[in-house]
């Protein structure tokens, strides 16, 4: 459904080579057999959306691994492999058999991202760089030894962690690096010492834009000034009981307003997540509960769904405006435009209460010059109150069991609402003008007619 209204490009996730996808046991005898069967099924069905996989190696098979430290609900073992030559088996028969399966200049077209979050210790023991170096180092050389072409990167540190340090290893090791890929949230907490913490601070819808420059200027002042720069997570908090971060109106405005500030400096940003069917902390903990998605479990769209689905019906060329929020495209005839008001909190609450926000409505007139003749403007928007499933369940009485009435209710409450549709003359000039609430939306279709 996400796929169809949107039409993403790239798709990551955690866990191709957990023991519950079958990718390798160990025989009587003490050799590693290789079993990719759930591998293609799960890579495949991401090419039939229309995607390319964005792999990311990990976590640690049991039999290769050695230690027993494992994180998330599926008890996924995250230390370093005891033998280096069998992990580095293992990943050639992997990629091999990737090629052999949907063709070399297909893998080719995918990124390769080695581990996840190794800066953190619930994910790498001990949050040990130097080890996760020798992977990195190990595995890379692997991919590259079977075809030159597939690109392979890391380290897929939260935080923008350990850029700097992965650029230096590679370039005093002289050790291939496709790309850095990275991860951040606009909040932060103790989680770089691998604990949980409710003490997470907020540091402003600003702080997206001033990361990934940073990054991106590590990258262009390295040895590496090609490197791509892939951001493989990225949202609000990283808290999974967030509802007002995750779940409200201020998600979706929070998306548009870090799209338009980063323009093109990143290579991919990867928004984390489709949806609330999230295995990390196992079943869903209610319709709306703070977790990562576009949609909730039941597929019901959240306010920051439209955020995506709005985008992507944007024509392809931009019709430059010096307005920070909005984005106005035109075919040659007829135009499309989405325009915003985000509003950042004065106070946040990342237990499932509502933040404070400094609320201020939004008067704005659009100019749009050269036209003449007859024109259709229709136009949607969303906000607290309209097109938003969120405090339509609030409204509810928060419901934790939805029935079949609940979820056709909500995904009622979801659509947007048309609040204009008319036909306007323009002579040389066209205006458009709204009044947004805190942290609204409203997309316009302007037809020749």
Not at 117 to 142: H, I, N, Q
Not at 316 to 323: K, Q, R
Not at 363 to 388: F, S
Request: aromatic share 12%; glycine share 6%; net charge negative.
């Amino acid at each position: 459904m996400v796929q169809k209204a949107v039409g993403f490009k790239q798709c990551r996730f955690h866990g191709i080579f957990n023991d519950w996808m079958g990718c390798c046991k160990r025989t009587d005898e003490g050799a590693i057999v290789t079993n990719f069967v759930n591998v293609d099924k799960a890579y495949q069905g991401i090419l039939d959306l229309g995607m390319k996989p964005f792999v990311e190696l990990g976590f640690m098979p049991e039999v290769l691994a050695s230690g027993s430290q494992t994180c998330f609900h599926y008890k996924a073992n995250v230390t370093p492999p005891r033998d280096y030559t069998e992990w580095c088996d293992f990943i050639n028969e992997f990629v091999q058999h990737l090629i052999d399966q949907f063709g070399k200049n297909e893998v080719c077209t995918w990124r390769f991202e080695v581990w996840n979050e190794p800066d953190l210790s619930y994910f790498w023991e001990g949050a040990d760089m130097d080890e996760y170096f020798k992977l990195y180092e190990a595995t890379v050389r692997t991919i590259k030894s079977i075809d030159a072409g597939i690109r392979v990167g890391g380290p897929a540190t939260s935080k923008n962690a350990w850029v700097r340090e992965m650029l230096a290893y590679c370039e005093s090791t002289n050790t291939p690096l496709d790309f850095i890929s990275t991860h951040h949230y606009s909040s932060d907490s103790a989680l770089e010492i691998g604990l949980p913490s409710t003490e997470i601070m907020y540091f402003g819808q600003k702080k997206m834009l001033n990361d990934v420059s940073m990054v991106r200027q590590l990258i262009d002042d390295s040895a590496f000034p090609t490197a791509e720069l892939h951001y493989t997570e990225w949202n609000i908090s990283p808290v999974h009981n967030d509802r007002f971060g995750k779940d409200s109106e201020f998600t979706m405005t929070f998306i548009l307003q870090t799209l338009k500030d980063l323009g093109d400096i990143p290579d991919s940003y990867s928004f984390w997540a489709i949806n609330d069917i999230f295995e990390e902390s196992g079943p869903g903990e209610g319709p709306y509960s703070g977790k990562y998605g576009l949609v909730n479990i039941h597929g019901i769209p959240k306010p920051a769904f439209h955020a995506y689905a709005f985008l992507s019906q944007l024509f392809d060329h931009e019709h430059l405006t010096d307005n920070e929020s909005l984005i106005a495209t035109t075919d040659g005839e007829n135009f499309r435009l989405l325009a915003w008001n985000h509003c950042e909190p004065s106070s946040h609450d990342f237990s499932g209460a509502d933040w404070i926000i400094n609320e201020k409505e939004h008067h704005e007139t659009i100019q749009l010059h050269g036209l003449n003749g007859r024109y259709r403007i229709c136009a949607w928007q969303v906000d607290r109150t309209m097109g938003n499933s969120y405090r339509a369940w609030q409204e509810m009485g928060e419901p934790f069991y939805l029935t079949k009435k609940n979820i056709e209710a909500l995904n009622q409450a979801a659509e947007p609402v048309l609040v204009k549709d008319e036909i306007v003359i323009a002579d040389s000039d066209l205006q458009v003008m709204h009044t947004l609430p805190t942290n609204a939306l409203i997309y316009y279709e302007i037809s020749a007619c």
